[in-house]
């Protein structure tokens, strides 16, 4: 058994006519981080690592290009960027 799994915080159940029972619940996963700025997005949300639980992924991360990796001001900033620097090789 790993340790991770040792030390799960566990809910205890008592269904009729048995005993109770320790179930382990799962991590949470955390809130999405940009990866230019570090800072945590505001439009991913953390969810259950649970497979029945989690909600679909046009809930958790924004449909646009780099949608729940780069947050919409540094896509902002590298757009600008990348058009200049293209403008520029026009020349």
């Given at each position: ?90 020349k």
């Open positions: 058994m790993k340790p991770s799994e040792r030390f799960a915080k566990k809910v205890w159940r008592k269904p009729p006519k048995y005993k109770s029972k320790g179930h382990k619940v799962p991590n949470k996963s955390g809130k999405g981080k940009c990866a230019i700025c570090k800072q945590p997005m505001s439009s991913s949300k953390s969810k259950l690592a649970r497979r029945n639980f989690s909600p679909a992924k046009s809930t958790i991360r924004t449909n646009r290009p780099y949608g729940g990796y780069i947050c919409n001001k540094c896509l902002k900033v590298q757009a600008i960027e990348q058009t200049r620097a293209l403008a520029a090789a026009e």
